[in-house]
Every structure is written in C-alpha cells, then in structure tokens.
C-alpha cells in the first residue's frame, strides 16, 4: 500500500535521463536536482575546489547549476524528461 499523496515507480512512470554519458531511469515529473541529489550530494565544484549542492532548493541560489542539454541550468527547478542530457562535475 502506499501512503496517501506519493506514488510508486511502476513500468511507464519512468524516464531515463543521461547523467554523465550514464544512462539512467528517473520517476518521470522528478526535478533533476532530487534525482542528482539521491546520487550524490555534490553536484559541482566551487572554483576553490570544494563540493556544491542543493541549497534552497527552489530555485533561487543557484548553487545547483549543471549543465543540462548543453545549457547552465539550475536542477532543482528543473524537471526531468526522457533523453535529458546531463553533466554534472565531481
Ligand atoms: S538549490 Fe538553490 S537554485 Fe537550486
């Protein structure tokens, strides 16, 4: 059973996103930032060297940017789509 207001990964609910040259299956409607941040919490690197990641959360530090289909984008506003190239740092 599951709990009221979440759903499940069942067949067809999926995407699978390119992360890295790494072929991936992601819940479809994901941000890409809750799916890199499942994986890794760095999502770059600051020019000093040390690890980024999510920080708000809702799109507004922009501690997040990764380069998504050849663009900086910021993930945690960005939802996933099936075919999404993307490179993250670390
Ligand atoms: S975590 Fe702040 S803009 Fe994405």
Known sequence: MTP???????AGTTVTVIINGMPVAVPRGASLGSV???????LRASPAG???????????CFECV???DGQPERACITPVHDGMIVEVQP
């Not at 890199?36 to 760095?42: N, Q, V």
């Not at 990641?53 to 799109?59: I, Y």
């Open 4 to 10: 009221a207001g979440t759903t499940t990964a069942a």
């Open 36 to 42: 890199l941040h499942a994986r890794s919490r760095a």
């Open 50 to 60: 040390n690890p980024r990641g999510l920080f708000c959360g809702m799109g507004v």
């Open 66 to 68: 990764v380069t998504i």
